[in-house]
C-alpha cells in the first residue's frame, strides 16, 4: 500500500519554527513529485511547496519564500518541511501528497499536522 504520514505540527509564537515531516511507505519518493498544502478554516487550500528529487526541483508559496524549506532524506524516505519566522497566517492543517510522472493529480494524501501560530 501507498501511505503517507504527515508529523511535527504543532503549537507555536509568531516568529518559531517548526519542522513537519511526511514519512512514506510502499513507494519511494525519488519517484514522485511531492507537495506539501495546506488549509486554514474557512480559506482554499493552497500548495505550500513542491520538491521533484529526480530533477532536483523545488517551489514555493511566494509567501513562504524564504522562510520554508523543503528537503528530502532518501534513506529514511521521508521529505521535510522546515518552517521559521512563523507567522499567525501560517496556522493551518498541513498536507503532504505526491503524484506520479506526468500525473496533473496528487493521487495521495496523508492524514494532515495541524500547525497553530499565536500572535
Known amino acids: 500500500d501507498v501511505q503517507l504520514q504527515a508529523s511535527g505540527g504543532g503549537l507555536v509564537q509568531a516568529g518559531g519554527s517548526l519542522r513537519l515531516s511526511c514519512a512514506a511507505s510502499?513507494?519511494?519518493?525519488?519517484?514522485?513529485?511531492t507537495g506539501w498544502f495546506r488549509q486554514a478554516p474557512g480559506k482554499e487550500r493552497e500548495g505550500v511547496s513542491f520538491?521533484?528529487?529526480?530533477?532536483?526541483?523545488?517551489y514555493y508559496l511566494d509567501t513562504v519564500e524564504g522562510r520554508f524549506t523543503i528537503s528530502s532524506d532518501n534513506a529514511k524516505n521521508t521529505v521535510y518541511l522546515q518552517m521559521s519566522s512563523l507567522k499567525p497566517e501560517d496556522t493551518a492543517v498541513y498536507y503532504c501528497?505526491?503524484?506520479?510522472?506526468?500525473?496533473?493529480?496528487?493521487?495521495?494524501w496523508g492524514q494532515g499536522t495541524q500547525v497553530t501560530v499565536s500572535s
Open positions: 501528497a505526491i503524484r506520479g510522472p506526468q500525473s496533473p493529480a496528487y493521487g495521495y
Open positions: 510502499g513507494f519511494a519518493f525519488d519517484d514522485y513529485t
Open positions: 520538491i521533484n528529487i529526480s530533477r532536483g526541483r523545488t
